[in-house]
Structures are given as structure tokens and as C-alpha cells.
């Protein structure tokens, strides 16, 4: 069994839509624990609802990011995943986890990289009046929202749009594309060693 495991910070909408697909047999594996470092997140309670083991590990109760790191490493290695997911995880990971898990650890960016790394993405779309937007699933590294790019996901932003509805454009492929590309991991049509598969999709 291909083994996924989630890292989330956040409302999990991501989540349930990998915990959908693979309930629905569209990802040939399964999610075998979820990793939250706050306690007060909703995606704790989606995980909850399908009995899927979920960690809380509250990175305001550690003095340092290595600390916390080695934290997140020492429950991930008890999971033994084939892929980490981070699907809305706040926190940037150092060396000690990215060293471990090499070419193991993707993350999904609501923009076009190399274009608007780190946060607050829509409305720098919006300000920069930006003819489009989209999404990015990439390996992790340690440079933020630097890694080689896997799939991307793009959408013409229509004249006037506020950020309310772009970002609910964007959580659609979002919700589409993570699950298509998991499932390419996981079906091994993707290979983590190699930098091999990278294609655009229009929304």
C-alpha cells in the first residue's frame, strides 16, 4: 500500500479532497496520519471523521524550528510514508526533515512559480493586475517555495475580479490537481529520484 501523510495548519480543504479521492479508489494509496501544528485547525476535525490518525504538534510549545522539526521527523518516521504531502502547512521545514524524506516532500503553492513565493499571492495577482493565476505542486527544498516543479495549474483572472472569488477559483484546481498528481506518485508514474514529469494545466 502506497502510504501518504499530510501535513496541514489550516481548514484542510486540501485534505478532504485527497481523503475524497482516496475513499473514491481515484488515488492508489492511502492517507495513514495527518500532522496539524494548530490545535485549533478544522482540518483536525476532517481528519477525525474518517478515523485517520491526526498528530497535533504545537510549534508554539518548542523553543526552536529544529526543535519542532525533530518533533514532526520523529512522528514521520514512525509513519514510514512513501509521500508527504504539505497541503496548507504554515510552517517552513529545515534540513532536518527535507534531508530525510529527499524528494519524498511536495507542497501545492496557490501561484504560478517562480512568480509570488511565500504569502499573500491573490492579492499581489490582483494588484499586479496579472493576466493569470494559478497553482504550483513542487519538491521541497530548503528555499521557500523554491523546489522543482512538478505540475501547475493555471486560470485567467477575469477583468475586475476580487480576491473572494479567485480564491475560490483557485481552491477548485487546487482540489482537481493535488489528487491527479498524488495518484501519479503513488501509481508510479512519477519518478521521485528525477525531476521527470512537469506539464501545465489551463482552468
Do not use: W
Not at 501518504?4 to 492508489?28: K, M, T
Not at 490518525?53 to 526552536?64: N, V
Not at 496557490?110 to 495577482?125: A, D, E, F
Amino acid at each position: 500500500m502506497f502510504k501518504i501523510v499530510v501535513l496541514v495548519s489550516g481548514n484542510g480543504s486540501n485534505l478532504q479532497a485527497l481523503i475524497n479521492n482516496c475513499i473514491e479508489n481515484h488515488i492508489a494509496g492511502n492517507i495513514v496520519g495527518v500532522i496539524c501544528n494548530d490545535p485549533n485547525a478544522f482540518a483536525i476535525k476532517r481528519a477525525e471523521n474518517h478515523s485517520i490518525p491526526c498528530e497535533i504538534i504545537d510549534h508554539k510549545e518548542f523553543l526552536s524550528r529544529e526543535e519542532f522539526d525533530q518533533r514532526v521527523l520523529d512522528s514521520l518516521i514512525k509513519m514510514q510514508p512513501d509521500l508527504i504531502v504539505l497541503a496548507g502547512f504554515m510552517r517552513i521545514l529545515t534540513n532536518t526533515i527535507i534531508d530525510r524524506f529527499e524528494n519524498k516532500i511536495i507542497n501545492i503553492h496557490p501561484s504560478l512559480l517562480p512568480k509570488y513565493p511565500g504569502l499573500n499571492t491573490h492579492q499581489k495577482v490582483i494588484e499586479n493586475n496579472d493576466k493569470f493565476h494559478g497553482v504550483t505542486i513542487h519538491f521541497v527544498n530548503n528555499e521557500l517555495d523554491a523546489g522543482k516543479i512538478i505540475a501547475q495549474g493555471k486560470l485567467k483572472v477575469e477583468k475586475s475580479e476580487n480576491i473572494a472569488k479567485l480564491i475560490e477559483r483557485i481552491h477548485k484546481i487546487e482540489h482537481d490537481l493535488l489528487p491527479y498528481i498524488v495518484n501519479k506518485f503513488a501509481t508510479l508514474e512519477i519518478e521521485k529520484q528525477n525531476d521527470i514529469y512537469y506539464k501545465t494545466y489551463n482552468f
